[in-house]
């Protein structure tokens, strides 16, 4: 048996709440993307560099691409796109050839209302490409995203709208209402006397008048009515 290397972090386990359904399709083609190690590793460093400069440089080492190419075509994969500058192979196979070319039992599972295809365990590679592939996508297409949008609760009383009005305390006591009333008239009437004034015959020509804010007259005092007492 030839010897087998596990890509780091391919470690697959069951969704919560899913179940097996039983085995994928064998002859279900598919594609899978290998990602493949860099010449140089860490990040760029700060400044401009152009496409061919970074390919030169970060991309994929065209002998590590090659390794690869011939691990896929030695399983009857197809080899659809390589790519130094992104680093990566893809190839399509059916899920027959997937399952033996990295070592794993592809299922058919579901978990809610959503199913997928899935596997459990590590994805693994000849032990040549050790240290070559660094990553195997699309084996198991199960959703890797869930939606955060959360519906407001429903409100659950209504109101009439006699019970609305006694909230707002509304119609308001008469004695608050009197009051709301005379202000009301005080502005207006001091309003009157402070803007512009148009005279009849001086067309539309505005004729500014005698009274300006700080000269409006004072609130007339409250009248008190007061009776003898015999």
Same mark, same amino acid.
């Given at each position: 048996?030839?010897? /087998?290397w596990?890509v780091?972090g391919?470690?697959r ?5 899913? /179940?097996?359904?039983?085995d ?5 083609r598919?594609?899978v993307t290998?990602l493949?190690r $860099? #010449? ?7 400044g ?5 400069? %970074?390919?030169?440089? *970060?991309g994929a ?5 090659? #390794?690869?190419?011939?691990?896929? +075509?030695a399983?009857?994969?197809t080899?659809v796109?390589? $790519? ?6 893809v ?5 027959a050839?997937?399952?033996?070319a %990295?070592?794993?039992?592809?299922? /058919? ?5 959503v199913s *997928? ?6 994805v693994?590679?000849p ?6 592939v660094?990553?195997?996508l699309?084996l198991?297409?199960r959703?890797?995203a869930?939606? +955060?949008?959360?519906i @407001? @609760?429903?409100?659950? @009383? $209504? %109101?009439?709208?006699?019970?609305i009005? /006694?909230?707002y305390?509304f ?9 709301a009333s005379?202000?009301? $008239? ?5 309003a009157?006397l ?20 700080s000269m ?6 409250? #009248?008190i ?5 015999k």
């Amino acid at each position: 048996m030839t010897d /087998r290397w596990i890509v780091p972090g391919s470690e697959r386990s069951p969704l919560p709440g899913s /179940r097996v359904l039983g085995d994928a399709d064998l002859a279900e083609r598919t594609t899978v993307t290998l990602l493949v190690r $860099s #010449k140089e590793s860490g990040t760029p460093p700060p400044g401009a560099l152009s496409r061919a400069a %970074f390919t030169e440089r *970060y991309g994929a080492d065209a002998a590590d691409l090659q #390794k690869v190419e011939d691990f896929a +075509r030695a399983h009857g994969l197809t080899v659809v796109d390589s $790519s130094a500058g992104r680093r990566t192979v893809v190839v399509r196979g059916t899920v027959a050839q997937l399952s033996a070319a %990295f070592g794993v039992t592809l299922k /058919r599972c579901q978990a809610g209302d959503v199913s *997928y295809r899935g596997r459990e365990g590590s994805v693994s590679v000849p032990a040549d490409l050790a240290g070559v592939v660094q990553a195997v996508l699309g084996l198991d297409n199960r959703p890797q995203a869930a939606t +955060r949008v959360r519906i @407001a @609760a429903q409100p659950t @009383a $209504s %109101f009439t709208p006699t019970e609305i009005a /006694r909230l707002y305390d509304f119609p308001r006591p008469r004695t608050e209402a009197v009051n709301a009333s005379a202000s009301s $008239s005080w502005v207006a009437a001091s309003a009157r006397l402070i803007l512009p004034r148009i005279s009849p015959d001086s067309g539309s020509r505005p004729k500014t008048s005698r009274w300006f804010p700080s000269m409006a007259p004072a609130a007339p005092p409250a #009248k008190i009515k007061t009776r003898t007492l015999k």
